[in-house]
């Protein structure tokens, strides 16, 4: 079993940043692939970001640029580094992991496990 839980979510004014965490417990943790989705009030869940068990990345267009996801040094958490954060990020964020195939790293469908979720909310 697969354990996620998120922090670091909060209010933040635009062009700010925020740090999100997000820790997992399982046996090989280290090799799944990891992910970041998001649901904007109104919207459906998307995908923000991702990190392989090679610890390739990849990125929606939408954060490009602004955003960046990495293990921790023991690769027991994943962290999404948000800066120039816009009224557009608002957002519940999720972490996910996918421990079994198949796996596309921009398909929620595909991960196994989900956190609770944190709340994002970017004033202007």
């Known amino acids: 079993q697969v354990q996620l839980v998120e922090s670091g979510g909060g209010l933040v004014q635009a062009g700010g940043s925020l740090r999100l965490s997000c820790a997992a417990t399982g046996r090989t943790f280290s090799s799944y692939n990891m992910g970041w989705f998001r649901r904007a009030p109104g919207k459906e869940r998307e995908f923000v970001a991702a990190i392989s068990w090679s610890d390739s990345t990849n990125y929606a267009d939408s954060v490009k640029g602004r955003f960046t996801i990495s293990r921790g040094n023991g690769k027991n958490t994943v962290s999404l580094q948000m800066n120039s954060l816009n009224p557009e990020d608002t957002a519940v964020y999720y972490c996910?992991?996918?421990?079994?195939?198949?796996?596309?790293?921009?398909?929620?469908?595909?991960?196994?496990?989900w956190g609770q979720g944190t709340q994002v909310t970017v004033s202007s």
């Open positions: 996910a992991a996918a421990t079994q195939p198949p796996y596309f790293y921009g398909r929620a469908d595909d991960y196994d496990y």
